[in-house]
């Protein structure tokens, strides 16, 4: 006997429709932020006290720019995933809901692109 009711079963999708991939979006985004944030951690605390062109000398390393490009990325996401969840929670009526859950992705953008500008910047800049 299956508790599935016939709608999911002709559909295929549940009340929530895409709520279990959004569950695990947030857990595997937190979950990638533990070594991405350490790392973080690390070129800042090595950093501090540094000048600008020791920044840049260490930027010009592919590995350390992706690296840092990858943590503001998944940060960022994480982000808006869990503002995401807030705004669906405690915003009412759809206009205010819509017009918070396109504010909430553009913000994120745009401080992604702020982010990315100043990571690519330095580490092409001669």
Not at 31 to 51: E, K, R
Not at 76 to 91: A, C, K
Not at 106 to 119: C, G, N
Request: aromatic share 10%; charged share 10%; hydrophobic share 55%.
């Amino acid at each position: 006997m299956s508790m599935k009711t016939p709608l999911k079963e002709a559909r295929g999708l549940g009340a929530a429709k895409s709520g279990t991939e959004h569950f695990w979006q947030q857990r595997l985004t937190a979950l990638l932020n533990i070594p991405l944030l350490l790392f973080w951690a690390w070129f800042v605390v090595t950093h501090l006290g540094a000048s600008r062109i020791d920044v840049k000398m260490s930027l010009h390393n592919p590995v350390i720019a992706v690296l840092l490009l990858l943590t503001m990325a998944n940060v960022f996401w994480h982000m808006r995933l869990g503002m995401q969840v807030i705004i669906e929670d405690y915003v009412h009526g759809h206009g205010n809901k819509f017009a918070a859950l396109v504010l909430n992705t553009i913000f994120v953008t745009v401080l992604f692109a702020v982010a990315a500008h100043s990571i690519l910047t330095l580490s092409f800049a001669n």
